[in-house]
């Protein structure tokens, strides 16, 4: 089976971490995160992946080869311009069309059960099916609403909303925590979300516009439910994080990583020097923290150097010379030159 993993995006809630590489190209687990999200694919047997590319393509082309190291193979599509999450799939239609197909936005971690995602669609002879899940913290997610197995509509935000994207936010520790507290009426109760996994049928090129920016709810699913289509609903369980934002994602890294046993994300030829005193921390490639250093939590770009006696908390730091003459994207969060490095503090 064919897929296709959504990666076009700007990446701008990650700046600065995405200055000098694409969102898909970030580390994440010992890999690239769409590497990540293809090994994911994999599993349930989808051996070919589109990849579409917009933000320096180059680096995502780099990172990801031709697929092997993640046991699939690649097709990189560029868009010169963004289309958009439904566009970019009907730019894709030359190498998804023909079967049943599988798109995955490409900033998230899951385990969610694929192959019970595809009884579903099978079962309901659904043109889509979306795979859902309980938004038992009532996050800052769209609604679906459902009916049956079917999706009615889409609504707007739950009425009580938890913006975990700043810096009041939970970490993903707790999160996972207190969804395991709020079980049977509590979570039968919550509000329905959009993971950004979805399963497709050939016959969905008819509802995308041809070329142009479109995207997947308002201008696919809404009118082919207006229309009488069976876009179908599948609720799926388990594990399921989005990295859109710096803070999630230093958060969800070091969830994933003390599952694991550890706390520290060493990345190729970085060093960390005895002495150094690093707990909860990602490293990119080429960084050293010398002896005398402190690292706590955080996130610590490439060619990043922490000096003797230094201490870094709650933060994320690049190379001051990748900012110079960079102008902060409006999500973004602020940061200061320290040094040769630029730091940006996770507690905004």
């Known amino acids: ?57 180059e680096s995502v082309r780099a990172a990801l080869g031709d697929g092997q190291d993640f046991g699939v193979r690649f097709s990189y599509i560029e868009e010169p311009e963004i289309l958009g999450t439904s566009g970019a799939i009907g730019n894709a239609r030359a190498f998804l069309d023909g079967d049943t197909f599988i798109v995955v936005n490409g900033k998230i971690a899951t385990d969610i059960d694929l192959r019970a995602a595809l009884e579903t ?19 800052r997610y769209s609604t679906v609403e459902v009916a049956g197995n079917l999706v009615t509509n889409f609504g707007g935000y739950p009425a009580f909303t938890s913006d975990n994207a700043g810096g ?15 079980s049977g009426a509590a979570e039968v109760d919550a509000p329905l979300m959009f993971t950004g996994i979805q399963i497709l049928e050939p016959r969905i090129f008819d509802y995308i516009p041809h070329g142009v920016f479109s995207h997947s709810v308002t201008d696919v699913y809404v009118p082919a439910i207006a229309r009488g289509e069976r876009i179908a609903a599948h609720v799926g369980g388990g594990m399921w994080y989005e990295l859109s934002t710096i803070r999630r994602y230093c958060d969800i890294s070091l969830a994933l990583m003390r599952l694991e046993g550890r706390d520290v994300q060493p990345g190729r030829d970085s060093l960390i020097e005895p002495g150094a005193d690093v707990r909860e921390a990602i490293l990119w490639e080429g960084v050293r923290v010398e002896a005398g250093a402190r690292v706590r939590r955080a ?22 010379a990748l900012v110079e003459g960079e102008e902060r994207p409006a999500k973004s969060l602020a940061g200061e030159v320290r040094g040769d490095n630029f730091v940006v503090s996770l507690a905004q």
């Open 1 to 57: 089976m064919r897929a296709m993993i959504l990666a076009a995006g700007y990446g701008t809630r990650l700046w600065p971490l995405t200055l000098d590489r694409a969102k898909p190209a970030l580390p994440f687990m010992g890999r690239p995160l769409v590497g990540y999200v293809a090994e994911y694919l994999a599993r349930y047997g989808c051996g070919e992946i589109a990849v579409n590319l917009h933000h320096r393509p």
């Open 121 to 139: 669609h099978r079962r309901e002879r659904a043109l889509a099916t979306l795979v859902l899940r309980r938004n038992v913290e009532q996050e």
């Open 299 to 320: 996130i610590l770009g490439a060619g990043v150097r922490i000096a003797r006696g230094e201490v870094i908390e709650d933060a994320a730091v690049v190379r001051a």
């Open 168 to 182: 009041a936010a939970r970490t993903a520790d707790e999160r996972a925590g207190r969804a395991l507290e709020h």
